[in-house]
């Protein structure tokens, strides 16, 4: 009785962290379409991936940010750099998870052709709350948890920065210290 206690606990474990997997990657492939999907809806106005995957609230809200800028007259021009994921916390079937993405994006007018908002790089720290709809993974909330832009273009340059240095003067003298 107690072998088959635990093989069938084995299996149900096997079987768990075979679904927890298959979920991780559909929670990932998920963030990816609607980040993606962001990107694409603001140059095409194509919404359907964006709209399958959101709930309605969520979904009108990205509608209302993207019409705002449109009326305007302004149109995202973005690229993801980089997006990393933390490990998914399950809660029956909820899922939360976090990101850090590095974004470049400026606003182009295109009235007048040229930038309203020149390109810059912006680095976030998010929050996803997914919850499993028809074994679909659909986003219910979006939260930025930080975000830090930076202007200059080689700001996201990893190499070692060269500085020259400069020799310190030694009080009054002008000499360096030796010892």
């Known amino acids: ?17 075979s679904s927890n997997v298959n979920d991780d990657k559909r929670i990932k492939d998920a963030l ?19 709209k399958d995957m959101l709930t309605q609230e969520l979904f009108f809200k990205l509608m209302v940010w993207a019409d705002s800028w449109k009326f305007s ?39 007048n052709r040229d930038y309203a908002l020149e390109p810059m790089t912006i680095f976030y720290k998010m929050k996803y709350t997914l919850k499993k709809h028809h074994g679909e993974w659909i986003i219910i909330a979006v939260e930025n948890l930080q975000e830090e832009a930076f202007t200059e273009p080689d ?6 920065q060269k500085k020259k240095e400069v020799p310190k003067e030694d009080n009054e003298r002008g000499k360096i210290e030796t010892h």
């Open 1 to 17: 009785m107690k072998k088959f206690l635990l093989i069938t606990l084995l299996f149900v474990s096997l079987g768990m962290a």
């Open 155 to 160: 700001i996201h340059d990893t190499s070692l």
């Open 73 to 111: 007259n302004l149109a995202m021009v973005a690229q993801i750099n980089d997006l990393r994921f933390s490990p998914i916390a399950y809660n029956e079937d909820n899922a939360t998870i976090r990101t850090l993405e590095n974004w470049t994006f400026g606003y182009a007018d295109l009235v």
């Open 32 to 50: 990816l379409k609607y980040n993606y999907g962001i990107i694409k809806m603001t140059k095409s106005g194509d919404t359907k991936l964006l």
